[in-house]
């Protein structure tokens, strides 16, 4: 009710599309902290390991490609946004590899899950799930047919859900 109150969502939606959704044991696992191992890791092992799996030929040969298939799109966001082409496609990069991995979770799920199962950070998660649950009711879009991430991040720049209404385009 205080989401349908605050969002202005009809509450009958609501009930509707938050009846399908199911526990998602591995948005828990995946999200819970895993116990300080004894790592023998540096920041520049870190690095380089990060670099070795972000940073190569493939990706960028990618982002070059993905720049010229939405330049005037990437331009468009530049002009009104003031962040650069460059620096949104290798977040893009980064986070979706250009669209190509953009989670196989139902972000419903997901979502519901780390709100209601998840008690480490359940007030956070239940924020973005009323996010979510706003943005599809904006954008008429089922909330069970979105898939993102374990977490509930979603689309090219795998934002969170109040992110993604703030800021994305």
Request: charged content about 25%.
């Amino acid at each position: 009710e205080t989401v349908a109150r605050n969002k202005k969502i009809p509450l009958d939606w609501l009930k509707d599309e938050v009846a399908v959704a199911r526990y998602s044991p591995l948005s828990e696992k995946y999200t819970t902290p895993k116990p300080k191992a004894n790592k023998k890791t540096t920041p520049d092992k870190n690095f380089l390991l990060y670099r070795r799996n972000l940073v190569n030929a493939d990706r960028i040969e990618h982002g070059i490609d993905f720049i010229e298939r939405n330049r005037s799109v990437l331009e468009r966001i530049e002009q009104e946004t003031g962040v650069s082409l460059w620096a949104v496609t290798a977040i893009i990069g980064i986070e979706s590899i250009y669209g190509r991995n953009m989670g196989r979770f139902r972000v419903l799920d997901a979502l519901m899950t780390l709100s209601f199962d998840y008690t480490r950070r359940a007030k956070y998660y239940r924020s973005e799930l009323e996010s979510f649950l706003d943005f599809c009711w904006r954008q008429q879009v089922k909330p069970v047919s979105v898939t993102g991430s374990f977490a509930g991040a979603l689309g090219l720049g795998q934002f969170m859900p109040a992110s993604l209404n703030a800021y994305g385009r």
